[in-house]
């Protein structure tokens, strides 16, 4: 018995493999929301319906979304040619601190001024964050996985030696920094809601990164690049140049979610600040099948967990921690079954069987 691929894909497999692992996925966690003593159509109902039931719940889940969205697609872009980026999480911190710069250097610049350069320099710093272990890549072969990952620690690291030292708040003494000019705030969407205009840079980025990977004869060679580099390299595509470009996109992406946040949420740089976004936008990029329409809808499912298992734990008083066990469930249960959808069992007949049956 070995495992082969399949020679062909039936439509319906990848639906159905979605639908088997949402449903795989509740049977897996039932036991262990029982476990917490909580009833667990009810935890089900907090996690995915509840928040959507009330204008404050649907704005706070676009609020958990936003931030998502971003490193989701980072993820997905250079994921999609072959680039494995694990360091969203540092690019998007490295995005946080660069957009801190000009909000604590100089506070007295009008919105139009500080914005376009507050999220300016928050993509700069995620993308200078993401090119050493492009280069490296590109020019010593050395693996993105281990590189991007390492850097992550390193950005966290960075913040708090930060906000220790010369960005210490100057009136509370507190490890954070002081809080951004007035010009530095992104606006709301909605009045008495806390969504800001950081969702509608990342819906715009989703429309574009849709387009240019579904129409466009970029596209048409990311996906080649990343589904067989050997042969787009046969037929003239110039992979690692590709690869090189790609991670520093996707840093500049994740970089551009971390300004966002911090100019539209917090408004000034803490430790916090990302709160596991860019691990958390593997999972989204993955769920997603590193497409863009997949990335948002999957952003807007965790998002609506998050916000869900706060719900959960004060009404049904559940450990915040069982939405998380939730997503990774779901996680997993899809990644087995995608696999699954592209590969079968094939079993084979010994030698001696063969000559005995001859």
């Known amino acids: 018995m070995k495992i082969v691929l399949r020679a062909s894909e039936s439509r319906w497999l990848a639906p159905a493999a979605v639908l088997a692992a949402v449903v795989l996925t509740l049977l897996?966690?039932?036991?262990?929301?029982?476990?917490?003593?909580?009833?667990?159509?009810?935890?089900?109902?907090r996690y995915l319906v509840t928040p959507l039931t009330t204008p404050s719940g649907i704005g706070e889940v676009l609020l958990s979304t936003t931030p998502l969205i971003f490193t989701g697609l980072a993820v997905a872009i250079a994921f999609r040619v072959g680039y494995y980026n694990i360091g969203a999480e540092g690019q998007f911190l490295a995005g946080a601190i660069a957009a801190t710069v000009?909000?604590?250097?100089?506070?007295?610049?009008?919105?139009l001024?500080?914005?376009?350069l507050a999220l300016g320099a928050g993509a700069l710093g995620g993308l200078l964050w993401a090119l050493v272990p492009a280069l490296l890549k590109r020019h010593a072969n050395i693996d993105e996985v281990v590189t991007t990952l390492l850097l992550n620690p390193v950005a966290l690291l960075l913040v708090q030696g930060l906000l220790n030292g010369p960005w210490r708040n100057s009136e509370t003494g507190f490890p954070d920094s002081d809080r951004y000019g007035a010009g530095y705030t992104l606006p709301t969407l909605v009045d008495g809601s806390r969504v800001h205009w950081g969702l509608v840079v990342g819906l715009l980025l989703v429309v574009v990164a849709f387009v240019v990977m579904s129409f466009t004869p970029l596209?048409?060679?990311?996906?080649?690049?990343g589904q067989s580099p050997a042969a787009a390299r046969f037929s003239g595509i110039r992979v690692s140049s590709l690869q090189f470009r790609s991670a520093l996109v996707s840093g500049g992406i994740a970089g551009l979610g971390g300004a966002s946040q911090v100019l539209g949420v917090q408004h000034q740089l803490t430790a916090s600040i990302s709160n596991g976004y860019g691990y958390t936008g593997v999972v989204v990029a993955t769920l997603g099948a590193l497409t863009a329409g997949g990335v948002l809808l999957v952003a807007l499912l965790l998002g609506d967990i998050a916000v869900g298992a706060q719900n959960?734990?004060?009404t049904l008083q559940l450990p915040t921690q069982m939405g998380a066990i939730v997503s990774s469930t779901l996680l997993l249960a899809v990644v087995a079954l995608l696999a699954a959808r592209r590969y079968r069992l094939a079993f084979t007949r010994r030698a001696g069987s063969r000559r005995e049956g001859s």
Not at 102 to 111: D, T, V
Not at 113 to 116: E, G, M, Q, R
Not at 219 to 225: E, Q
């Open 219 to 225: 596209g048409l060679r990311l996906r080649a690049a």
């Open 113 to 116: 001024v500080a914005l376009p």
């Open 312 to 314: 959960a734990s004060i």
């Open 28 to 45: 897996l966690t039932a036991g262990p929301i029982r476990l917490a003593g909580a009833n667990p159509i009810a935890a089900y109902q």
């Open 102 to 111: 000009p909000g604590l250097a100089l506070p007295g610049l009008p919105p």
